[in-house]
């Protein structure tokens, strides 16, 4: 419901609120280990920032480590590992200092 909260207020009052980023990763940020959040979540949150073009490093680095600890295989969905190949190129393009790559292939 946070993701939903977020990009409804953001695309419907077409305003950037960075306070909102601030407080959205520092609430996914302690969220990010539990059992409950989905590795899509993840890769939600970190395609949320990255339409913004935000790469706090910290929240980066640890979605990109879950990231690549979460084992893809035949049954994942094409749109997930779509996803992954879509945030990698805007790590990689406009995040380079960061150093992250995400690679779903690697899990094959």
Same mark, same amino acid.
């Given at each position: 419901?946070?993701?939903?909260? !977020?990009?409804? @207020? ?7 609120? =960075?306070?909102?980023?601030? /407080?959205? /990763?520092?609430? !996914?940020?302690?969220?990010?280990? =539990? =059992?409950t959040? $989905?590795?899509? /979540? ?5 395609? $949320? @920032?990255?339409?913004? $073009?935000?790469?706090? /490093? =910290?929240?980066?680095?640890? &979605? ?9 295989? $035949? ?24 150093? &992250?790559?995400?690679d ?5």
């Amino acid at each position: 419901w946070l993701l939903f909260f !977020f990009f409804f @207020f953001s695309c419907d009052c077409l305003l950037f609120n =960075e306070q909102l980023f601030r /407080a959205i /990763a520092r609430n !996914f940020s302690a969220r990010l280990h =539990e =059992e409950t959040t $989905s590795p899509q /979540a993840v890769v939600n949150v970190a395609w $949320s @920032f990255c339409v913004f $073009s935000l790469y706090p /490093a =910290e929240l980066m680095r640890a &979605l990109a480590h879950r990231i690549n600890q979460t084992p893809v295989g $035949s049954v994942t969905p094409v749109a997930y590992l779509s996803q992954l190949v879509q945030l990698d190129n805007a790590l990689r393009l406009d995040a380079p200092a960061l150093l &992250l790559r995400l690679d779903p292939r690697k899990h094959l």
